[in-house]
Nanobody
Framework: QVQLVESGGGLVQAGGSLRLSCAASGRTFSNYGMGWFRQAPGKEREFVVGISWSGNTYYADSVKGRLTISRDNAKNTVYLHMNSLKPEDTAAYYC????????????????????WGQGTQVTVSS
């Protein structure tokens, strides 16, 4: 059974930084792409960034230049480095694991991800 456990959320002032972590277990981590999604109150869940099994990345336009995804296959962990945070980044952030090994490219739709973490809250105050 694949498990994803997120950590690192919290309250930060606008312009500040956070680092989210997602620790995975239950299968060969390095064979699968990973993604981060977020959901703000009253809004649909949206794609933020993804990283393929081979290290390719893809970012939503709203976060380009401010958020960076990375993965450490030795630690079975994916990270989301968040800089220059804005109030509109406030949301619950979810880590997700691709359902397909060795998928080509970065998957940007939630249906491509089979496993999800419990979410971690990020709140950015103005």
């Amino acid at each position: 059974q694949v498990q994803l456990v997120e950590s690192g959320g919290g309250l930060v002032q606008a312009g500040g930084s956070l680092r989210l972590s997602c620790a995975a277990s239950g299968r060969t981590f390095s064979n699968y792409g990973m993604g981060w999604f977020r959901q703000a109150p009253g809004k649909e869940r949206e794609f933020v960034v993804g990283i393929s099994w081979s290290g390719n990345t893809y970012y939503a336009d709203s976060v380009k230049g401010r958020l960076t995804i990375s993965r450490d296959n030795a630690k079975n962990t994916v990270y989301l480095h968040m800089n220059s945070l804005k109030p509109e980044d406030t949301a619950a952030y979810y880590c997700a694991a691709d359902s397909t090994p060795y998928a080509i490219g970065v998957r940007t739709t939630s249906v491509a991800y089979k496993y999800w973490g419990q979410g971690t809250q990020v709140t950015v105050s103005s």
